[in-house]
Nanobody, 114 residues
Framework: QVQLVESGGGSVQAGGSLRLSCVVS????????MGWYRQAPGKQRESVSF??????TYADSVKGRFTISRDNAKNTVSLQMNSLKPEDTAVYYC?????????WGQGTQVTVSS
């Protein structure tokens, strides 16, 4: 069983910053990919950023503003979000891909007001 627990969401004005964190626990062993998705009301869930031991990707809409990082010793992944825009408002989900299976956190709300 693999569990993901997110923290760090909240409300901020446009131009502000938030940092999301996700702790992964349970029967999981490196290597595995970790990342963040988001889902805005009425829209499909989309990938925001993903990191493996050899690769790092960002959605075009967040490049230059968001930074993903991971701590393998602590099984955590973080997302530093700067210069936030109202269109970044969504529920953000932590994601892990392990042995071909997707695992998800419960989601954390990020609201950016103009």
């Amino acid at each position: 069983q693999v569990q993901l627990v997110e923290s760090g969401g909240g409300s901020v004005q446009a131009g502000g910053s938030l940092r999301l964190s996700c702790v992964v626990s349970g029967s999981i062993f490196s290597p595995f990919g970790m990342g963040w998705y988001r889902q805005a009301p009425g829209k499909q869930r989309e990938s925001v950023s993903f990191i493996t031991d050899s690769r790092l990707t960002y959605a075009d809409s967040v490049k230059g503003r968001f930074t993903i990082s991971r701590d393998n010793a602590k099984n955590t992944v973080s997302l530093q979000m700067n210069s936030l825009k109202p269109e970044d408002t969504a529920v953000y989900y932590c994601n892990v891909i392990y042995l071909g299976k997707n695992y998800w956190g419960q989601g954390t709300q990020v609201t950016v007001s103009s």
